[in-house]
C-alpha cells in the first residue's frame, strides 16, 4: 500500500550529464609493499583533474575492490560534489571488466579514460577534444608521444596512405630522454628501455598544419563513446591481462590510432618520484642517459624468487583469509 505521492512526480526537470565523461579505475588492494604510495598517487591525479581540466566534465571513478583507506577518500570527494559517479565492485573484475561497464554505461558522448596513475596538465582537455574532432574516424588518442607496436595501428597507417591530405614519415623522432621519461614509469630498467628505443622507429602524421604520432596508449586515451562500445565486450580473466585487446580491436574496426606530441598527460606510476614538472611542454631534444650497471636485485632468477614470494604473501594475508 502506498501512502501519498511521490514527490519526485511533481519534479519537472532532471540533472543532465556532461558531453564528456572522464573516468578512471582504481585499484589499490592495500597500502604497502608495491601500493604503499598508490593512494598519495591517486589523490595527485584527481587534484589534477580537478585543477587542469578546462571544459565542462562529469568525473566517473570505478573503483575495482580497494582498501577502505581508499574508498573512504572517494566517499568523501563524492560528497564534495567533486566526484559525479562512483562505481563500486566488490571484488577486482580486472581492468577490461571495467572498462567494459564504463563504456558501456558513462553517461557522456566523449569519454577520456586514465588509470588511475596519470596526472593531467593545464589544457589536456580542451587540446585532446580538439584532437578527436579533426579526424572522422578518430578512435583513441593519448595525450603524450607515444609509439607503440605497428601492427596496433595499421589501419591509421593505411588510412594515411590513401588520404592526399595526410603526409607519414618514418624516423627517429621522439628523443630518448621523452622516451625513458615514459618507460621508466612502467618499471623499465635504462638498459632494457634503450634496447627498446634503438630498434623503434617512430611514424609521424602530418594533417591540416599539426602532426601526431602514430600509436595510442590503453593507460590513457581519449574516444567517442559510440566507437568504444562497437568493440565491447572486452574479454577479461585476468586482472591486468588483455588490455591490449582493446589496442587490436580500434585497429580492426579501421578506427584511428594517435597521439599528440606535447605532453598533455604523464604515467607516474607508483610512485610520485618521475613528476619532475606540473606544466606541459614540448617534446624536445635531450642528451642520451647512459645505463647504470646491473646490480644483484637485476638478477632474472633472484627476480622470479622474489616475486613468487611476493604473490604467495600476498594471497596468505588478502585471499586465503
Not at 501512502?3 to 558531453?19: C, E, L, S, W
Not at 566526484?83 to 571488466?97: P, R, S, T, V
Request: glycine share 8%; with cysteine.
Amino acid at each position: 500500500m502506498r501512502v501519498g505521492q511521490n514527490p519526485a512526480k511533481f519534479v519537472t526537470q532532471v540533472a543532465q550529464p556532461q558531453r564528456i565523461t572522464v573516468a578512471l579505475v582504481t585499484y589499490i588492494p592495500f597500502l604497502a609493499g608495491y601500493y604503499t604510495q598508490s593512494l598519495d598517487v591517486l589523490k595527485v591525479c584527481l587534484q589534477s583533474i580537478w585543477e587542469n581540466t578546462d571544459l565542462d566534465y562529469d568525473l566517473l571513478v570505478f573503483d575495482n575492490a580497494s582498501c577502505s583507506e581508499t574508498r573512504q577518500f572517494l566517499y568523501q570527494a563524492l560528497e564534495r560534489g567533486k566526484i559525479q559517479f562512483l562505481w563500486l565492485a566488490d571484488k577486482n573484475i580486472g581492468k577490461a571488466g571495467a572498462w567494459n561497464i564504463i563504456f558501456g554505461g558513462a553517461p557522456g558522448e566523449i569519454i577520456a579514460y586514465a588509470d588511475s596513475d596519470v596526472y593531467f596538465y593545464p589544457g589536456w582537455l580542451s587540446n585532446l577534444v580538439r584532437d578527436l574532432e579533426t579526424f572522422p574516424n578518430a578512435g583513441m588518442i593519448t595525450g603524450m608521444p607515444l609509439g607503440g607496436p605497428v601492427e596496433l595501428s595499421a589501419s591509421t597507417i593505411q588510412w594515411a596512405q590513401n588520404n592526399p591530405d595526410m603526409q607519414l614519415q618514418t624516423g627517429k623522432f621522439l628523443p630518448w630522454e621523452d622516451y625513458w621519461r615514459h618507460a621508466r614509469s612502467l618499471g623499465k630498467s635504462e638498459e632494457e628501455a634503450q634496447e627498446i628505443y634503438q630498434s623503434h622507429q617512430d611514424i609521424l602524421l602530418s594533417y591540416k598544419g599539426q602532426k601526431w604520432v602514430v600509436g595510442a596508449g590503453h593507460f590513457q586515451f581519449i574516444a567517442y563513446r559510440k566507437v568504444l562500445q562497437e568493440v565491447l565486450p572486452i574479454p577479461s580473466q585476468r586482472p591486468m591481462g588483455q588490455v591490449m585487446a582493446l589496442d587490436a580491436a580500434i585497429n580492426e574496426k579501421g578506427y584511428l590510432r594517435l597521439s599528440t606530441t606535447n605532453w598533455w598527460v604523464q604515467h607516474l606510476g607508483n610512485t610520485l618520484a618521475g613528476l619532475t614538472d606540473t606544466k606541459p611542454r614540448a617534446s624536445t631534444p635531450a642528451r642520451k642517459i647512459s645505463p647504470r650497471p646491473k646490480n644483484m636485485w637485476r638478477w632474472p632468477l633472484l627476480r622470479k624468487l622474489l616475486f613468487w614470494i611476493y604473490h604467495k604473501t600476498f594471497n596468505l594475508l588478502y585471499r586465503e583469509g
